[in-house]
């Protein structure tokens, strides 16, 4: 029996483990954008957007129609020398929108459930560019850790070297003492990456739901293409913070008209009877046309704060084109001095940089080269290698800045204007 239960166990765990390598497999077969729609499929943020835009289309369907007519009924008892008796009395009255204000009700409705949309629009593209960046930022980290990590073996087998001389000449000390002082420093470095990994890492599998034990293959820059830095007001006239705006504008302007239409009087149409159950059973039929006069909205107090919030809204419109305008051409200078560097550190070299390094620690195992040129070359191949992902990290948040803020999804490459 205890053998039984222990085959069981052992089967079971055996299932899991498979199970989770499956789930693993599967997890880190995914490509980068089936990892940005995951994030954008799972945020809580964009969810509760959608309903809101939901919401406010709801809304401006329900502006347009008419007010409920309003039904009365009563009941009275009637006394008089011909006995007593009861009088039924029933109207139906409705108001009637003459002024077309439902159907401006409606248009400024409408422009909300736009500016609800816009927003969805600015959150989702918000996270989109956000985790694109984060991809790209943790690959650069998982490479440079990599790279630090030959570092420390290749350090490692130096010291390992020096170590094994039998005598030492002062200037043999100061070349371990170089050699330890490196590998401190590396290891300080290569801490920092550790963490720094580790916490995009946790970021993105919150995001997405999914492991992310190593990092995606991205696709980096070789030949960068950045955008203009001119340029032009008309260029920010798909920014999504634009058209946001504009449409709380048009909305505002909606609802001054919708002010202005309720000071206008307006009529309610009735129609009743009544009938009363006794002697001759007396019974009347009405229509009746009311006229509804707005005396609080001829105080103006609705009208003054509507024509202000107007005014606010357009010169809203005017800010936040100008504020466009101003961050994409920081960011269009920011992409191209990031190009110049991807120009000057080109990944390509890292190959050729550590092809030297492998020759150079061979012929200081043969003291053919000394220590202090093997660590400056160490030291400058490891610049531009950091230098390298440093100038793509920044290239690509650059672009990224720009192609949100006019309304794009990510793209690693802009075509130049």
Do not use: C
């Amino acid at each position: 029996m205890r053998l039984f239960r222990r085959t069981a166990v052992s089967f079971a765990l055996f299932l899991s483990v498979v199970a989770s390598s499956d789930l693993h497999a599967a997890e880190a077969s995914k490509s980068p954008a089936e990892i940005v729609q995951l994030a954008l499929e799972r945020s809580p943020r964009l969810a509760v957007l959608r309903h809101e835009a939901s919401a406010a289309q709801a809304r401006a369907g329900a502006a347009g129609l008419w007010d409920d007519p309003q039904l009365s009924m009563g009941r009275s008892r009637k006394d008089s020398p011909e006995g007593r008796g009861q009088v039924w009395e029933l109207s139906l009255s409705q108001r009637l929108p003459i002024w077309g204000q439902k159907a401006t009700e409606r248009q400024a409705q409408t422009f909300k459930a736009s500016m609800a949309t816009w927003q969805e629009k600015i959150v989702a593209l918000d996270i989109e560019h956000g985790v694109w960046l984060d991809l790209y930022r943790l690959a650069s980290l998982s490479n440079l850790k990599q790279h630090s990590d030959e570092r420390r073996r290749r350090l490692g087998d130096i010291r390992k070297h020096l170590a094994g001389r039998p005598f030492a000449s002062p200037s043999q000390l100061v070349d371990k003492s170089l050699v330890e002082l490196r590998l401190r420093d590396l290891e300080s470095e290569f801490s920092k990456i550790e963490l720094e990994e580790a916490s995009l890492r946790k970021g993105l599998e919150r995001l997405t739901g999914i492991s992310l034990a190593q990092a995606p293959t991205m696709n980096w820059i070789e030949r960068p293409a950045p955008p203009s830095a001119t340029i032009d007001v008309s260029a920010v006239s798909s920014s999504p913070l634009v058209l946001r705006q504009e449409s709380a504008a048009a909305a505002a302007e909606k609802e001054l008209s919708v002010m202005g239409k309720e000071r206008l009087p307006e009529p309610t149409l009735g129609i009743g009877g009544s009938d009363e159950s006794q002697g001759s059973r007396e019974k009347t039929r009405g229509v009746s046309l009311g006229i509804g006069l707005p005396i609080a909205a001829w105080t103006g107090w609705r009208v003054s704060a509507a024509r202000e919030s107007l005014a606010a809204e357009r010169a809203g419109v005017d800010a936040e084109k100008l504020d466009s305008v101003l961050v994409l051409e920081r960011a269009a200078l920011r992409a191209r001095e990031a190009a110049r560097r991807i120009e000057l550190y080109p990944l390509t070299l890292a190959a050729d940089l550590d092809a030297q390094l492998e020759k150079a620690e061979e012929s200081l195992h043969k003291s053919l080269v000394g220590v202090l040129p093997f660590l400056e070359l160490e030291d400058r191949a490891h610049e531009h290698i950091r230098s390298s992902y440093q100038a793509q990290t920044d290239y690509l948040e650059a672009l990224s800045d720009y192609q949100r803020l006019s309304g794009k999804p990510f793209a690693a490459q802009e075509p130049s204007r």
